[in-house]
């Protein structure tokens, strides 16, 4: 499956992005969906995940209650909607796949060895 990532930019503290993550060559159905990100000097790190169907969600820690991950099947996309933007949520964002899966649960969704799909990565800065 081929990803490609977009939304990303430059927003105030306190302001709202949503990235979007087209997929394309494959059932996009069978694959769970996570979002990543890294930042200058940092490693990547998880940030948000999604079942197949949607209808489990994970997150980090330091975005639940401000990020949300959804999915539509049907346009082969996920989003990431991410409001109450701090400065500290500055970095490249990645979207990833893992699967395909025809059926049972997904990996274990918070490690980036467990996705084979990765997109090109969209920058986020958020300014103080």
């Known amino acids: 499956v081929q990803l490609q990532a977009c939304g990303g930019g430059l927003v105030q503290a306190g302001g709202s992005l949503r990235l979007s993550c087209a997929a394309s060559?494959?059932?996009?159905?069978?694959?769970?969906m996570g979002w990543f990100r890294q930042a200058p000097g940092r490693e990547r790190e998880f940030v948000a995940a999604?079942?197949?169907?949607?209808?489990?969600?994970y997150y980090t820690d330091s975005v639940k209650g401000r990020f949300t991950i959804s999915r539509d099947n049907a346009k082969n996309t996920v989003y990431l909607q991410m409001n109450s933007l701090k400065p500290e949520d500055t970095a490249v964002y990645y979207c990833?796949?893992?699967?395909?899966?025809?059926?049972?649960?997904?990996?274990?969704?918070?490690?980036?060895?467990?996705?084979?799909?990765w997109g090109q990565g969209t920058q986020v800065t958020v300014s103080s």
């Open positions: 990833a796949a893992q699967g395909p899966y025809y059926g049972g649960s997904g990996s274990y969704y918070y490690s980036e060895d467990e996705y084979g799909y």
């Open positions: 999604i079942t197949r169907s949607g209808g489990s969600t």
């Open positions: 060559g494959r059932t996009f159905s069978n694959y769970d």
